[in-house]
């Protein structure tokens, strides 16, 4: 139900954040449970330039403060509303590697639904691992699947306001998390066109904040929650690097393994080759449609020939942080400062490398373009490792099971969440992390005869 105020009425679950974690989180919830959940957005359903600025942000490093912003939009259905729909499941080099707290199986297993949600097809979850040269194993062809792109409030908004046990609200905020050591008791909420200057409390059994990558550890930091762990730390985002590299291709070798239809061909080198090497790895986007007949790597050939889209995974950095700053924003918060550099030139230089001399030794093809030319990073508005998960309260913000390290009712959604970015584009995973919760907190609420 869409709802103008909640008067003394508890919930079971309070989600903060309509984008695509929390829109999912409320899919799973409720097509496993009768929990009466409340979704509380910042934004309405159209942009509202207004509301948009509490999204403002003071920045250093690379990115220019204004680059946030426009790709954490504050409107119901988030940034899905601009997103591009590319859909990968994860790399499982960092699972392997032990930095996730789980198994790649304890989050593989939720693909599936999540590709439903997303409009995706059946291999877009199954995704065979395509070895290219059957020598050593080391290149894979990994296409991205495209969804519509699925706007999460074109689509579910209708479906979840006219669910008996979900209200919605709009145009309100989330200031401020109220707790005591171990337990959230509420929620303080504003109006954020700031119409009325008052707060009012929500109370609920189980929070989630699906704030996005930012707005999560804001609103921990606002509230003083969890100040021993590194909330805000280790912020990450995928560099870009387009229009300065090219690539060539065996027509011959690759054709076969081409997935048709709506998909974006890459190529990566394998979770074993970047463990055994000890980097990280880099996506490789190609085109099919220019193809040259050749004198190629030693004899005449059709070769694919192509600039080169490189989405790189970045290391997480301690010095790349988010935090309070001394502006206020309209609902009299501090704004969100954020130091970010992507530190990108060893790692790049270091994983293409490896993969133009795989790629060339593998004799599938070649890159033409050497990294000096590597300029011009761009950013992919992915906010990805604030609120990171990990064993350890001190060196983590939330457990395996997404609840923040010692309080017993807070549980994040999104990929602040991940402690390694991968390569792969976040929101694929961000919805089976948002599913696999609402299954989590199913499972909690057992007993209370909601399922
Ligand atoms: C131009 C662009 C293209 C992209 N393309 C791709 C792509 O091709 N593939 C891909 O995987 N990803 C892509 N992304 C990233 C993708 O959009 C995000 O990963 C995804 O939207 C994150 O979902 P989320 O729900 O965690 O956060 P968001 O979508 O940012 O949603 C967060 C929600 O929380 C609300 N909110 C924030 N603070 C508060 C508060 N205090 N109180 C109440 N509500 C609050 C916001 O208004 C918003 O609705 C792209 C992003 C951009 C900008």
Known sequence: MFIEEIGHKKYDIAIVGAGPAG????????AHTKARILLIESGTLEINPEI??????????????????????????????VWNGLCVTLEERAFLNKEWAIDYKDISAYYKDAAEILE?????????????????????????????????????FHDLSAHRNIDILLNSTCTKIISNRSMVTGLLIKESDCTSISSYNVKAEYYVLACGGIGNARIMQLG??????????YFMDHPHISGT?????DKETIEPFLVDGRVIHALQLSDKCCLKNSILNISVDFGIN??????????KRSVYVSDAVIRAEMAPSVTNRIYLGE??????????????NFNYQSLAKTSWNLFAQKLLSSGI??????????HDIKGGGHYIGTTRMGVSATSSVVDSDCKVHGIDNLYVAGSSIFPASAAANPTFSIVAFSLRLANHLAMRLRGRNLL
């Open 365 to 374: 093809g070649r890159a033409t373009t050497p990294p000096e030319f590597f």
């Open 327 to 340: 502006q206020i924003d309209a609902l009299a918060q501090e704004k969100t400062r954020i130091h970010f």
């Open 224 to 233: 003083g929650i969890s100040t021993k762990s590194p909330v805000g730390k």
């Open 23 to 30: 829109i999912s989180l409320a899919l799973g919830l409720v």
């Open 120 to 156: 995706l097809r059946e291999e877009s979850y199954k995704q065979p691992k395509m070895i290219l040269d059957n020598g050593t194993g080391d290149l894979i062809y990994k296409p991205y699947y495209l969804s519509p792109p699925v706007r999460f409030c074109d689509k579910y």
């Open 52 to 81: 948009h600025k509490l999204s403002e942000v003071e920045a250093s490093g690379d990115l220019p403060s204004d680059y946030y912003p426009t790709h954490a939009q504050r409107v119901f259905g988030g940034t899905s509303n």
């Open 245 to 249: 590299t090219s690539v060539e291709l």
């Open 290 to 299: 220019s193809v040259e007949r050749k004198l190629f790597m030693g004899r």
